[in-house]
């Protein structure tokens, strides 16, 4: 365990294992001919929402602060077990209009603006790049505490042991990784079960890892929950941390931006809706998931508790007390598992979330310049097919050397968890349009796009620069304001004074949601911003706008079939034309004219490779 290549060739062979599963699930998939729907992966592919802030940082969290880790998982629990009808309704919107991102989302409801998918797009990208370094600290860390084994402390050639930078490594590997789950399929609609098999493995792996760690901690350093209560009892920094009320702002603050992330998260919903196959696996979920969240909690306060008793120095940081008590325990199997535990937490993660960004990426910023743009002539390319996929590959590298470079820039200034919050946050700009688009018919394109950016530079002001301040590169700046204006202090904005997290929550939501209902007050919605209102807040499947279009017979099927060739390849639309011929009791005939139910199949195949926006 000294060695770490020891600790590379297990951490690579767990990757390898998980890529045999996923290419399980895509032959299966094959074989049988579609994918099935099976409830507990589906719940257990929820549970990507678990990352290694819950592994490690949760622990950390509270050992530092108590019960504040909980509200983590209250606003999901309580969404998934209450508001799941929502979120029905969501996949149900989804499916009909085949959206494959949030991105997509957002952008057909209000009149399928490119600009504010676009919008929505760079905001995902930026907001997720922290929660990916997150990932990337999580693992680097932990590789050099277990390196250190038998001591406790991380090791000083821990960089070194694999040839380089171990962060730098990690953002390259995962980024291989998510480009073979996840970069494959030109469809973005068409469901990844084999890497959806994967991640529900990663969540059971990670379940059980941190079970067993939590039970070696309470009963085999500790002689059981009843010794640490004691413990704490006797021990005055622990029964004030746990015996003293909570911060009513900041646990509201935190629920709320919980429940929001897993509507808006890129990666929950791509899980979560995309992923989906039938209402019967989401009324399930509705039960499963939240039990899960529990499970994976239960020993979130004992370890805590061990943590703090075993290391009182301070010298071992809070956030690796689930690899650093097996390693004091001198028990090397269980700390590995640890690592495993806490690698499947973080890959899960960086995987799902760079294929659901690279998605957004490639349909919403880079297809409609190349759809649009004639300089470069992509746009006449027979096949586009090969271009989208290598277009999403470069985002998900560059997505994960982007958030490698964060992480180099804020260093330890930040906990696992306040790193984490910061990308809740920016997710939490989508909720007013997402949420506010179900209910309100008279929002606009306008209101959204207003809001959206409005929330997105408060956010940028209030939490995302004071973060790169701790870190050391913009001295003064909390101190004085820019430029000196005290009123302008980010974590003070005109005098306002909450804890940092609860002050740029609640600033850059009331700028969103201001933006939002004044903008869409002041404006007249367009044509297609009224029927694709009416669409999702009428109705969960909508009208068919295609009736309302002038319709001409020269058409052919033959001549669909070739422009979803473009995109999706030959055979794949070959083979989705004479399913869909099939299923309505017909061959497939190319010079037979074409209906308006071929044109919106049609429209939904395209949409799937180059966003409903398109």
């Not at 079970?211 to 622990?238: E, H, I, K, M, N």
């Not at 943590?307 to 120095?313: H, S």
């Not at 099927?557 to 030959?570: I, M, N, Q, S």
Request: glycine fraction near 10%; proline fraction near 5%.
């Amino acid at each position: 365990m000294t060695r770490g290549w020891t600790v590379l060739a297990f951490s690579l062979g767990y990757l390898g294992l998980l890529f045999a599963i996923a290419y399980y699930g895509d032959r299966r998939v094959k074989a049988r001919g579609r994918p099935a729907a099976k409830p507990v992966i589906y719940a257990l592919s929820l549970a990507v929402y678990c990352t290694s802030w819950t592994f490690y940082g949760s622990v950390g969290l509270a050992a530092r602060t108590g019960y504040d880790f909980l509200t983590i998982y209250i606003g999901p629990a309580l969404m998934l077990a209450l508001g799941w009808p929502l979120l029905r309704r969501i996949v149900r919107i989804s499916k009909s209009h085949n959206i494959t991102t949030i991105a997509d989302f957002i952008a057909a409801r209000y009149g399928k603006s490119q600009r504010l998918a676009a919008a929505v797009a760079l905001i995902a990208v930026v907001g997720t790049l922290p929660y990916i370094a997150l990932q990337l600290k999580a693992v680097s860390t932990s590789f050099a505490i277990l390196l250190g084994y038998p001591a406790v402390a991380p090791a000083a050639d821990a960089g070194q042991a694999i040839g380089g930078d171990t962060a730098l490594i990690v953002s390259l590997v995962l980024a291989l990784f998510a480009i073979l789950f996840g970069a494959r399929h030109i469809d973005a609609t068409e469901r990844n079960e084999g890497m959806i098999l994967a991640i529900a493995f990663e969540s059971l792996v990670k379940l059980l890892a941190f079970l067993a760690v939590g039970a070696f901690v309470t009963w085999g350093l500790f002689d059981g929950l009843g010794d640490l209560s004691a413990r704490v009892a006797a021990t005055p920094a622990l029964r004030s941390l746990f015996g003293d009320g909570v911060d009513g702002p900041r646990w509201v603050t935190m629920s709320l931006l919980a429940l929001f992330a897993i509507l808006c998260l890129p990666r929950q919903f791509h899980v979560a809706v995309v992923e989906n196959a039938s209402e019967t696996d989401l009324r399930k979920a509705a039960w499963l998931f939240p039990l899960y969240l529990v499970a994976i909690n239960v020993f979130v306060i004992p370890i805590a508790v061990a943590g703090r008793l075993t290391f009182p120095d301070g010298a071992v940081d809070a956030d690796m007390f689930v690899l650093a008590l097996p390693i004091a325990g001198q028990q090397q199997g269980l700390a590995l598992a640890a690592f495993i535990g806490g690698l499947s937490a973080a890959t899960g993660m960086a995987i799902v979330a760079s294929v659901a960004v690279s998605n957004m990426v490639s349909n919403n910023l880079i297809m409609p310049m190349v759809l649009h743009g004639r300089r470069l002539g992509l746009a006449e390319r027979a096949d586009m097919g090969g271009l989208i996929l290598n277009i999403r590959r470069f985002a998900i590298l560059g997505l994960m050397l982007l958030a490698y470079c964060y992480y180099r820039l804020i260093g330890d200034s930040a906990a696992l968890a306040s790193i984490g919050l910061l990308s809740f946050a920016a997710a939490a700009q989508f909720a007013p349009a997402l949420i506010g688009g179900l209910v309100w018919r008279r929002a606009t394109q306008a209101g959204a796009l207003t809001g959206v950016v409005a929330g997105f530079l408060v956010w940028g002001y209030t939490l995302l620069l004071p973060s790169l301040a701790r870190a050391g590169w913009l001295p003064d700046f909390l101190d004085t304001g820019p430029l000196g204006i005290g009123v302008l202090r980010p974590e003070q904005l005109f005098g306002l004074r909450f804890d940092p997290l609860t002050h740029g929550v609640l600033w850059s939501l009331l700028a969103n949601i201001v933006g939002y209902v004044v903008a869409s007050l002041l404006s007249t919605p367009t044509l297609i911003e009224r029927i694709q209102a009416r669409a999702f807040v009428d109705s969960e499947a909508g009208p068919d706008p295609l009736r309302m279009r002038p319709w001409h017979d020269a058409v052919r099927l033959g001549d669909l079939a070739a422009l979803v060739a473009r995109y999706l390849g030959g055979d794949r639309a070959e083979r989705a034309m004479a399913e869909w011929a099939a299923e309505r009791g017909a061959h497939f005939d190319p010079q037979a004219p074409a209906d308006v139910h071929a044109v919106r199949h049609t429209e939904r195949l395209l949409a799937s490779a180059i966003g409903a926006p398109s």
